[in-house]
């Protein structure tokens, strides 16, 4: 889960099973029978550790008639990060430590930044589980190296509008674990009004989000890092009322464009008190 400037967002979605593959899929379709395997590992999973998270978020204010020169706010945390899985009941707590090189010692502390990452961690489970699978089209885009690894980096396009997301993850070839993920923007609840209220004043937003898991153990792989980028671009209704546009305007336009945050989670110094794989045996 995620939220997003106070709107929560529930990350779900899914790989598809269709019935009978064609030739060229096949490659595709061994890939998420093994993602699909090790979703349901996550699911088993019990844990419990803590570590340490850096939060940096990076606030930019761009030159304009108002603000003669462009700054940048930046505002630091750190907190004592935990988490604690048993099957379906999950965990996650915050002591803050520092804010801003300030010493301090706040338990249950929440997170302050405009974005908001909850529960990374199990990203991959609602992303690939099984019994999902029928509501998404995936496709290959291509095989890439991520820590040495050989990964397959594939598009999942929902096949319905709905609340669960579109996106696009970086799989393991050799075991099915991700190791990336990118959700699209759309799949974000909130997106809309925000979105909206930046068409008023003439943008498009385009909010990247990625999710690293390069942190392995016993077979299962933790967050390393979360970004979210924050990005506006000329366009939106009020800018396409008119066909023509002046050279004048059109460099205008270009040069609008503008970030306006920049936000990091970095996951360090792991101590792991326990990890293991539950199994559950049910009578027929």
Not at 50 to 60: A, L
Not at 181 to 194: M, N, V
């Amino acid at each position: 889960q995620q939220d997003m400037k106070k709107a929560k967002v529930e990350i779900t979605a899914a790989v598809p099973a269709p019935a009978q593959f064609s030739e060229p899929d096949l490659s595709l379709a061994t890939l998420l029978a093994r993602a699909a395997a090790y979703a349901e590992k996550l699911k088993k999973v019990a844990f419990h550790f803590i570590c340490q998270e850096d939060v940096t978020e990076d606030v930019f204010s761009p030159k304009s008639s108002k603000n003669p020169i462009a700054t940048t706010t930046r505002t630091y945390w750190r907190y004592d990060y935990q988490i604690i899985c048993m099957g379906e009941k999950s965990t996650e707590n915050r002591v803050l430590l520092d804010k801003n090189h300030e010493k301090l010692h706040q338990e249950k502390a929440q997170l302050e930044t405009m974005f908001q990452s909850y529960y990374s961690f199990f990203m991959p489970v609602t992303i690939l589980a099984r019994e999902k699978q029928h509501l998404y089209q995936y496709r290959l885009l291509g095989k890439e190296k991520i820590d040495n690894k050989n990964t397959w980096h594939i598009a999942a396009v929902r096949r319905s509008p709905g609340s669960i997301p579109s996106g696009e993850i970086w799989i393991s070839e050799a075991d099915g674990s991700v190791l990336k993920i990118q959700p699209d923007q759309t799949s974000i609840i909130g997106f809309d009004k925000l979105a909206q209220n930046a068409i008023e004043k003439g943008f498009m937003p385009a909010i990247t989000t990625i999710h690293e898991y390069n942190l392995g153990k016993n077979g299962i792989y933790f967050p390393s890092k979360t970004t979210f980028i924050e990005r506006y671009n000329p366009g939106g209704e009020s800018l396409n009322k008119s066909v023509f546009i002046t050279a004048t305007a059109a460099t205008k336009r270009l040069n609008s464009s503008f970030e306006h945050s920049r936000t990091y989670f970095e996951y360090h110094d792991h101590m792991f008190f326990s990890i293991s794989t539950q199994v559950e045996e049910k009578s027929e």
